[in-house]
């Protein structure tokens, strides 16, 4: 069963900052750097910046709910859109420019079958929700503090 959940927040930083932070796994993209505390035992399995980064990492759901989840990333649209896909979940951040800003947007698919699919679709803006409002102030203020980008090479 399909259980869909999105959020978006308009940020007064430039799209290229708000993108080089989420696709930074390395560096940014990481408790240490403006992941919420819902997030833990963080690692980078291959790569560590854009498509081709393997990680994985413990999320808090809220309850006790506890999740190890691992996902490989694409970039079908570098500066643009990037795709975390693991087993049952899908997540695709979208950064938009907006004036002087952006418009930075998480969307996530689970596909998780039985009861447990059942529960997660109706609970899952309850666990997300929250999360996610937490991930994107937290990012907004990260991207603040970063700086400008520089021209890649």
């Known amino acids: 069963m399909k259980s869909k959940f ?3 927040r308009r ?8 993108y080089h932070c989420l696709a930074d796994y390395g560096e940014h993209h ?5 992941l919420p505390p819902a997030f833990s035992a963080f690692e980078v399995h291959r ?12 999320v808090d759901l809220g309850g006790g709910r506890k999740r190890r989840m691992s996902a490989t990333i694409a970039e079908p649209e570098p500066g643009r859109r990037l795709i975390e896909t693991g087993e049952g979940v899908v997540t695709t951040f979208t950064v938009a420019p907006s004036g002087d800003g952006c418009v930075v947007r998480f969307d996530t698919v689970f596909d998780e079958p039985g009861l447990s699919g059942l529960l997660l679709r109706l ?4 666990m997300l929700g929250p999360l996610y409002a937490d991930e994107l102030g937290r990012l907004e203020a990260y991207a603040r503090e ?8």
């Not at 940020?11 to 708000?18: C, E, F, G």
């Not at 990481?30 to 403006?34: I, V």
């Open 146 to 153: 970063h700086g400008p980008v520089a021209a890649a090479a």
């Open 11 to 18: 940020m007064d930083v430039p799209a290229q900052v708000a």
């Open 6 to 8: 999105g959020a978006e």
């Open 47 to 58: 790569g560590g910046v854009g498509a081709g980064t393997e990680a994985s990492w413990t």
């Open 30 to 34: 990481r408790p240490e750097g403006f």
């Open 123 to 126: 609970f899952i803006g309850r």
